[in-house]
């Protein structure tokens, strides 16, 4: 029988310093692969090409492109990529920018190092991860923001079938997964997403997953 796939990350810092320290501690998980690195954003997007890894973990503050750019680059050419935003400071404004591009999850450096492992095993599954205290101010954010869009817009409820697939897609399961998990269409659950996106007046995956939080749909 052959062994299990590994998760291949690139781990993207200007440090070579973290950048070591990061494969040393990625290297005592067996399920985790270093396939390569990157010392700045263009080089992460040209490497991303070459090696498709399945996580990125990127730090913000690179020479040249930043992280959040790069993030978005690598989502945009390669959407299954997952990417684990890692910065020194947990600047609100940052931690929506790196949500908005598309990263799955955000650490801080000061974390406990197996935050770095789960939030890789998390995102391999589709999964977002946020630490605690970044999750509570991303909530608050978007808690403040989608309360002044439905005192705009006036109430549009969810119906069961649409809070059903929020909370799936929330736990990480894909528009495929979740047609197969209730018995309809692939395009049946895009057209339900789509009126999600709409009553709820957000763009993305992202932003619908914070909201499935906020409202305790799901646990973090």
Do not use: C, W
């Not at 973990?57 to 959407?79: F, N, Q, S, Y």
């Not at 920018?97 to 770095?116: H, N, R």
């Not at 979740?178 to 993305?204: C, F, M, P, W």
């Amino acid at each position: 029988m052959s062994p299990p796939r590994r998760i291949k990350v690139m781990v993207v810092d200007d440090h070579a310093l973290f950048r070591a320290g990061l494969r040393d501690l990625l290297q005592e998980d067996r399920e985790v692969e270093v396939v390569t690195e990157a010392a700045g954003g263009e080089e992460a997007v040209e490497k991303a090409r070459t090696f498709v890894p399945d996580v990125v973990i990127m730090d913000v503050r690179l020479p040249g492109m930043g992280g959040i750019e790069a993030t978005r680059l690598i989502k945009k050419e390669h959407p299954p990529t997952e990417v684990v935003v890692i910065s020194a400071i947990d600047d609100e404004e940052q931690i929506v920018e790196a949500i908005e591009a598309g990263a799955t999850g955000y650490l801080i450096k000061d974390d406990e190092p197996e935050s770095v492992v789960s939030a890789i095993h998390q995102a391999s599954q589709g999964k977002a991860y946020l630490t605690p205290d970044v999750a509570r101010r991303v909530l608050d954010r978007f808690a403040t923001a989608l309360a002044g869009k439905h005192h705009r817009r006036g109430s549009s409820e969810l119906t069961p079938r649409e809070t059903t697939i929020l909370q799936l897609m929330a736990t990480g399961k894909r528009n495929r997964e979740i047609a197969q998990r209730l018995g309809i269409s692939e395009r049946t659950v895009g057209n339900h997403i789509a009126n999600i996106y709409s009553k709820l007046q957000i763009q993305d995956r992202a932003q619908a997953i914070l909201y499935a939080i906020q409202k305790g749909f799901v646990r973090i």
